[in-house]
C-alpha cells in the first residue's frame, strides 16, 4: 500500500530545533530496577499527539512557558529523565541520573484543519519523535515532547514514551500532570508520584511459557524489534450507533471494545487464510486496577485462544469470548521474564495478534490552561507483524471509538475492504 500524501506531509513539517529540559532538583543517581514485565515491553514505544486550535492560551505558549513547570514537573516523575544502565550480570536498569528529556520544536505550513483532513494516515508520525533506546543506549532519552507550531497559529503536542518507564495508564497520567502544572492547578491526585523499590522475584523452577509472549533474536544496545514485515498504522472512528446497531444485529451485551475486536480478529482470520490466528493477546488498561501512583507497567495481559476458526465463528460467539475467557497471564509474563534473568529480548505487541482496551484513559484530559485538545491520536511502535489493534475514545460529545490498528502494509486495505461491505465502516 502506498500513500502518496507522505512526502508532502513530512515536508510541511520544519524547522526542528533540540533542547533538553532536566529535573528542579538533583535526584542523587538513584538506581531503579526494572521489573520483568517492565523488561518485556522494553522494545515498545508509545506514540501520541494531542492537537490544538489556534486561541489567545495557544498564543500565548511559546516554549518557554510550556518549558516552565517541566523542572518540577521531573521531580515528580524523575526515573523518566534517567537513561538505561546494566548491571554486572548484564540487567538493565534505570539511573535516575537527570539527564533530562528530549524538546523539540518545529512549524507546519498547514493548519490544523488542513492536516487532519488529509489522507495520509501516517502523517501523525511527523509530529512526533521516532527515535527507540540506543544504540547510544547510555545517552538514549526515554522521553521526547515535541512541539510543533501550525501556520494558523494552532499547535500539535508530541510525546514518545519508552513503555520500559510504564503502561499507557502511567504515560497519560504523567501528561496530564505537565498540564496541571502548566496551568498552575494542584494535581487532582498525589503531589509526588512514588516510586517503590521494584524487586526481582525469584525465577520459578519450572519455566512455562506464556501464550502472550514472543522471544525475538538478541538486539543489544539497540532497543528495536526485528521485524521480517513492513508494518503501518491506520486509524478510523465507529460511531457510537454504529456500534450499537452491530450489537442489535449480533443479539450481543458486551462492550464496544469486545464488539470491535471480535469484528477485527474474523476478518483478519479471513485475509490470513490458511495461517494460524486462534491464539490473540488482550491487554486492558484501567485506572481502578492500579496500586499505586507509580511508572510502571500494570496493564493486565491475557492470551485467548478458540478451537475454531475465528473466521468461521460468529461475532457474538468471538465477542463473548474476548469478555469472558481470557486468561490472566500478567504474573505468568513477570515470573518467566524473571527466570530467564532479564537477558533474552521479548516482545508483547505482536507476538499475537493483540488487542489494546484504552477505551478507560482519559486522552482528552490533558488541558492547556483549560483548552482540551480537538483530536488525540496514540500507536505503538515496535509491533511484531501479527499486529496490534488500538482501541481509544473519541473526544468531546462523540460517544463512539477511535480504531487504531497497526498491520502488515498489505492486510490494511484489505481489512478496510472487508468492514466497508460488512458494516460500511473503515
Known amino acids: 500500500m502506498v500513500f502518496e500524501a507522505e512526502p508532502a506531509a513530512a515536508a510541511a513539517v520544519y524547522g526542528h530545533k533540540l533542547s533538553s529540559v532536566v529535573p528542579g532538583s538533583v535526584t542523587g543517581e538513584i538506581g531503579r530496577e526494572l521489573t520483568g514485565t517492565d523488561l518485556a515491553m522494553k522494545l515498545h514505544y508509545f506514540r501520541g499527539v494531542y492537537y490544538f486550535r489556534r486561541s489567545e492560551v495557544i498564543d500565548a505558549l511559546t516554549i518557554l512557558p ?22 554486572e550480570a548484564g540487567r538493565p536498569y534505570i539511573k535516575c541520573n537527570d539527564c533530562g528529556v528530549r524538546i523539540i520544536e518545529a512549524k507546519c505550513g498547514s493548519t490544523v484543519d488542513e492536516w487532519l483532513e488529509g489522507k495520509d494516515p501516517s502523517k501523525w508520525r511527523h509530529l512526533v519523535s521516532d527515535k527507540v533506546l540506543g544504540p547510544d543506549l547510555y545517552f538514549s532519552p526515554l522521553l521526547y515532547i515535541q512541539f510543533t507550531k501550525f501556520k494558523c497559529g494552532g499547535m500539535a503536542i508530541g510525546f514518545s514514551w519508552a513503555h520500559v518507564l510504564g ?20 494535581p487532582s491526585k498525589s503531589d509526588n508520584l512514588q516510586y517503590p523499590q ?15 509472549v514472543k522471544m525475538v533474536d538478541p538486539v543489544g544496545d539497540y532497543w528495536l524489534a526485528p ?18 446497531l452491530i450489537r442489535s444485529k449480533e443479539s450481543v451485551r458486551v462492550g464496544y471494545f469486545e464488539i470491535i475486536s471480535a469484528l477485527i480478529w474474523r476478518n483478519l482470520a479471513k485475509i490470513r487464510e490458511g495461517e494460524e490466528l486462534n491464539t490473540v493477546t488482550i491487554c486492558r488498561n484501567d485506572h481502578s486496577s492500579r496500586t499505586d501512583e507509580s511508572l510502571s507497567n500494570e496493564q493486565k495481559i491475557c492470551s485467548l485462544t478458540t478451537d475454531s476458526s475465528p473466521a468461521k ?12 475467557k481470557g486468561v490472566d497471564e500478567t504474573k505468568m509474563v513477570e515470573s518467566f521474564v524473571e527466570s530467564e534473568s532479564g537477558k533474552p529480548d521479548f516482545i508483547i505487541y505482536g507476538a499475537n495478534l493483540t488487542f489494546v482496551d484504552m477505551e478507560k484513559i482519559e486522552l482528552y484530559g490533558l488541558e492547556l ?4 485538545p480537538v483530536h488525540v491520536e496514540y500507536s505503538i511502535d515496535g509491533v511484531g507483524k501479527a499486529g496490534t489493534i488500538l482501541v481509544l ?34
Open 393 to 426: 475514545q473519541c473526544g468531546g460529545d462523540n460517544k463512539g471509538r477511535l480504531v487504531n490498528v497497526i498491520l502488515p502494509e498489505d492486510e490494511i486495505s484489505k481489512l478496510r475492504e472487508m468492514l466497508k461491505i460488512e458494516w460500511g465502516i473503515a
Open 198 to 212: 521494584n524487586t526481582p522475584e525469584n525465577p520459578v523452577a519450572e519455566k512455562s511459557i506464556p501464550h502472550s
Open 227 to 244: 521485524n521480517s514485515a513492513k508494518m503501518a498504522t491506520y486509524s478510523f472512528q465507529i460511531t457510537e450507533a454504529k456500534l450499537n
Open 369 to 372: 490552561k483549560g483548552q482540551k
Open 66 to 87: 510550556l518549558k516552565q513547570p517541566m523542572f518540577s514537573w521531573l521531580d515528580r516523575i524523575f526515573p523518566a529523565s534517567g537513561r538505561i544502565r546494566r548491571s
Open 313 to 324: 465463528v460468529e461475532l457474538s460467539e468471538l465477542a463473548m469470548l474476548i469478555s469472558e
Open 167 to 186: 503502561d499507557a495508564v502511567s504515560a497519560t497520567n504523567c501528561f496530564n500532570l505537565w498540564a496541571q502544572l502548566l496551568g498552575k492547578k494542584s
